[in-house]
């Protein structure tokens, strides 16, 4: 066998699996050893998130799954244009900022 031929995996996918879960609201935290990523859904005017899913990985494979999803957004773009993120502006009053320009 060549040692730089990659190797191929068999990945089964079972039914409830197939039919995914939608998530509007991931939120990430992380301690030395692991990354922990918790994938809710947001509904408007509920107060509450409940979380459908929870992965947990290494940091190696929390660093490789950001490379593998950067490539796949790219990949995305150039077939169907750049992805807009609606409400991203410099004057919310909630969620992540900029930091302030003086």
């Known amino acids: 066998m060549n040692q730089n031929q990659?190797?191929?995996?068999?990945v089964e996918l079972g039914e409830k699996?197939?039919?995914g879960i939608y998530s509007n609201?991931?939120?990430?935290?992380?301690?030395?050893?692991e990354f922990?990523?918790?994938?809710?859904?947001?509904?408007p005017g509920v107060?509450?998130?409940?979380?459908?899913?929870?992965?947990?990985?290494?940091?190696?494979?929390?660093?490789?799954f950001l490379q593998a999803l950067?490539?796949?957004v790219h990949k995305y773009e150039e077939q169907f244009g750049?992805?807009?993120i609606y409400g991203e502006d410099r004057n919310r009053s909630f969620g992540f900022k900029p930091p302030s320009e003086n």
């Open 36 to 43: 922990v990523i918790d994938f809710t859904r947001m509904l």
């Open 17 to 19: 699996e197939a039919e």
């Open 70 to 72: 950067k490539e796949n």
């Open 47 to 64: 107060p509450k998130a409940r979380v459908y899913a929870r992965i947990i990985m290494t940091p190696q494979h929390a660093k490789s």
């Open 82 to 84: 750049e992805i807009k």
């Open 25 to 33: 609201l991931a939120l990430i935290s992380h301690s030395p050893a």
């Open 6 to 10: 990659p190797q191929q995996i068999n």
